[in-house]
Structure formats: C-alpha cells, structure tokens
C-alpha cells in the first residue's frame, strides 16, 4: 500500500477575507454610485485593506460578479410605460408570500476610469 500525501492548493491565496469580501460586497451593491466605481476607485474606499484593483477584481470574480460593457438602453415608450403601470397597479395587493414565488435576478453596475460604462452581474 502506498502513501499518499495530501494535495497542495495552487497558486497564491487571495489577498482579503471572506469577511472583507462580504463588506466589498454589501458597498458595491449599496448605491448606483458606488455600483459604477472602478476597481482602483473601490480599492482606495479600504484604504486599511492595502489591495489594488486587482485583488478587488479577482474577489468580486470569486463570488460569481463578471464585468461586461453595458449597453445603452433607449427611453421607455409611453405604450410600454402605460403597461408597466398597469401591471404595478395589478400586483399592488401581492402578499408577500406571492411575491416569494418570483424569481428576480440581480444587476449591478461598475464603470471603469474610461468613458464606457460596465455592468457586474452575477
């Protein structure tokens, strides 16, 4: 019978906690503001943390967050407006156990330093 030893994790550990991580998180999901934040510009707002971009990027990454450019969305029609409004009004009375039967996805936008603007979905 052989002797097997124990695998070694590749490559370096990441730099910040899960519960930094979680605290990056809930701050970039806090606002359209902070949603719309470089990663240079996130990493300054943890000035205690002493990471770059990089280690905010590859956290944000760890937890399922992936940055694609945005697409400009047109103005909504009055026609699309007025539907909308109808099916607000329609669902106004939901009880919560109604709308515990929905499944809703979660956006979040980032810009980077240049002129386009990214969004982080999940």
Partial sequence: MGHTSPKKNKGRSPKLTDVQVDELEEYVRMSRETRRMSYLELSSKFPDWIVGELAIK???????????????KPPISERNRAIRRSWAEAHLLWSEEDWSRILWSDETYINDSSTRKYVTRM
């Fill in 58 to 72: 590859n956290a944000l990454e760890r937890r399922g967050y992936s940055r694609c450019i945005a697409r400009q």
